[in-house]
């Protein structure tokens, strides 16, 4: 078997506004020593140093593999394949989308292309919100709100402009939505880069590592938001069968509506621990070797997306423990 | 699919590596185009060298970063790259810029009766000999292929969604009909006889249109996206890569003549091995192809007579991604994604 070598591709996405152009001219400007190759739509900069820019035309198209909310990019597939052809290696790849976009076909073109996921890796998505408007723009813009649902990183910028109470306001939004993204607040997109790129964050071996920030009894319901997350744990094993039949229906009646999942699961009589996480209705799977010794075995899954309620998520999820 | 599989000795070098004289120049071969008796081979660094007589040339600094493509025109060769520009390059390396798009990459090139084209996002430009500004082909999404009939009449365009085509009407006037089906299409072609028209598109099948009736139809089955396809010999054949199974990697050969290959079954050559052919290339007016491997071996194999097969160079570990025939099908040049380039002559002396 060949080296498997994989270009960790950053996606960088927010609303309009937001300040990622501001972020995109420090990774171009800075000195960080590293080869970045970074696709753009309509971007009148010229990378400096040894940076690369490349023009594309946001373009999704939806496959034809019957899967009703499966559309990918193009042009995001021959840019990647291209890269790879370069002499030099890259160090990153960051990929800029434009404010009114959703975030899924980036990220669902890495599991639909062989030759993308061969060679590059989906290394996290990085949401640049503005601290100032995102409380309106949430409400006024679904896809402000998908951004915030997809980002494992959430760059709360010009937070210099508003007062502390508001950042904890919107800090208490964010995490309705996503409990699972790192939130780091800056002005400027003052954050330093290593923060930003080769996190790893959609390897299911990270999955393990990261504990979801419930504001459990911090019910507030002075937002409506339409999107929402929900977690589930059990102590008990669950039944692998049951399971998966569950889950299989769910995402492929509801995953439309299911933005992200991500678990870690503890089946009967299994002595592995399966990690898994899901795009829309594309999902990762793998067992990950034993549960640590002397630490409880549990299952967790979490949730992210639109209606959960109307799911019985939690009825289904109960249904699958074993008798 | 395994009854008929070509299986080989373990080689140290086959005879035509022995003869041959190969170079070890360690950056990414992209493509390779053959120019009378020379083959000109664009690299992932920028760079363009032309081989002939199994002698290569200095390098000639073309483009900035990747050489993304590469055509014939005369005894010139023409070039698209990553950093936006479009070239017309001599076999004694002088270097012209026929447009440069900065950072929009340019896809596809090709040559017609002396117009000079391209592809770069959604426009493909053509440069007419006696015209200074090119013509401008606008489609809604980015060019996958461009391809001209044999007579250079008609210009199909790859996008999504099906396939442009553009032809003159009897005012000279460029008209455009479009061929739909649903998702990405990537390379285009016409058949040589001009009736047909395929595109390989982004989920593992090839389209392909019967243009007299724009009747459409799949061809199907592939465990891999059709990343190389190509119409061979005299009978016609298209011959594909994306096939792979259980130990075995597998060219599937189309007939395309009579009523063409609705409803008919493919030739299927296969090749022992985890590998996935990756690059298919007609050997010149012999119904035979060369496939490259992604284990970096190449074989020959007659599409009527499959047994007979032969291994032209072993494995190397790195992909196969150019192969190129010179004019008089005397020699072959394969190059792989480590920059390991082959020449070598293809006849017993």
């Known amino acids: 078997m060949e080296n498997k070598h994989q270009v960790p591709v950053t996606v960088l996405t927010g609303f309009l506004g937001a300040g990622k152009t501001t972020l995109l001219n420090r990774i171009l400007t800075e000195q960080h020593g590293q080869k970045y190759a970074v696709i753009v739509n309509e971007f009148g900069e010229q990378g400096i140093d040894n940076d690369l820019v490349v023009d594309a035309d946001e373009e999704v198209f939806e496959m034809n593999n019957g899967c009703i909310c499966c559309t990918v990019r193009g042009d995001l597939i021959r840019i990647l394949s291209g890269l790879m052809k370069r002499a030099d290696k890259l160090d990153a790849i960051i990929v800029e989308t434009t404010g009114l976009a959703d975030p899924a076909p980036v990220a669902q073109t890495f599991f639909v292309d062989q030759d993308v996921a061969n060679k590059t890796k989906l290394d996290a998505i990085v949401t640049v919100a503005d601290a100032v408007h995102l409380s309106s723009q949430i409400e006024d813009h679904h896809e402000a709100e998908e951004q915030i649902a997809f980002g494992d990183v959430i760059l709360l910028n010009k937070i210099d402009l508003v007062k502390d109470e508001v950042i904890d306001v919107v800090t208490k939004r964010i995490r309705k939505i996503n409990p699972f993204a790192k939130i780091i607040k800056t002005t400027k997109c003052g954050a330093p880069l290593k923060e930003i790129l080769n996190l790893d964050a959609f390897s299911l071996k990270r999955i393990l590592e990261v504990e979801p920030d419930f504001l459990d009894s911090d019910h507030d319901h002075e937002h409506d938001d339409d999107i929402t997350s929900l977690s589930f744990v059990s102590n008990t094993p669950l039944n692998m069968e049951k399971f998966q039949d569950w889950f299989g229906k769910l995402l492929q009646t509801k995953g439309q509506d299911i933005l992200r999942t991500k678990g870690i699961l503890d089946f009967k009589d299994q002595n592995d621990r399966y990690v898994f996480q899901g795009v829309h209705m594309l999902m990762d799977a793998s067992p990950m070797g034993k549960w640590p010794e002397g630490k409880e075995r549990s299952s967790r899954l979490v949730f992210i997306g639109r209606n959960l309620e109307s799911m019985n998520l939690k009825e289904g999820f109960e249904n699958c423990k074993s008798a | ?349």
Request: proline share 3%.
């Open chain 2, 1 to 349: 699919m395994t009854a008929d599989v070509n299986q080989f000795p373990a080689l140290d070098k086959t005879k035509f590596e022995q003869r041959g004289i190969e170079f070890k120049l360690g950056i990414p071969v992209t493509t390779a185009v053959s120019v009378g008796n020379s083959i000109a081979v664009g690299f992932g660094d920028g760079s363009v060298r032309i081989f002939t007589s199994g002698q290569s040339s200095d390098a000639i600094k073309a483009h900035k970063g990747i050489v993304l493509c590469m055509s014939k025109d005369g005894n010139h060769i023409l070039t698209g790259g990553d950093d936006g520009r479009f070239l017309k390059i001599s076999l004694d390396g002088v270097v012209k810029e026929i447009g440069n798009f900065g950072t929009r990459w340019v896809d596809n090139v090709t040559a017609n009766n002396g117009s000079l084209v391209c592809s770069s996002g959604k426009i493909v430009y053509l440069w007419s000999p006696n015209n200074k500004e090119p013509k401008l082909f606008e489609h809604n999404s980015t060019v996958g292929g461009i391809a001209f009939d044999t007579k250079g009449k008609r210009l199909a365009v790859s996008r999504y969604d099906g396939v442009t085509l553009w032809k003159k009407d009897y005012t000279k006037k460029w008209v455009s009909s479009n061929l739909i089906w649903k998702g990405s299409h990537n390379k285009v072609s016409f058949s040589p006889d001009g009736k047909y028209l395929v595109t390989s598109m982004q989920e593992n099948a090839i389209r392909c249109w019967r243009l007299k009736d724009k009747i459409d139809f799949a061809m199907s089955g592939y465990d891999r996206k059709i990343k190389s396809f190509a119409f061979v010999g005299e009978t016609s054949y298209l011959a594909t890569s994306g096939a792979l199974g259980m130990g075995v990697a597998a060219a599937i050969c189309w007939p395309f003549d009579g009523e063409g290959p609705m409803g008919r079954q493919p030739t299927c050559i296969s090749y022992t091995g985890n590998n996935e052919v990756t690059v298919v290339e007609p050997f010149p007016s012999e119904n035979a192809i060369f496939a490259g491997l992604s284990d970096g071996s190449v074989f020959l194999s007659e599409i009527e007579n499959k047994n007979n097969t032969i291994i032209i160079r072993s494995f190397t570990g790195s992909e196969v991604s150019a192969i190129a025939v010179t004019d008089d099908s005397s020699s072959i040049l394969i190059g792989d994604m480590n920059g390991n380039i082959l020449w070598t002559s293809i006849w017993d002396k």
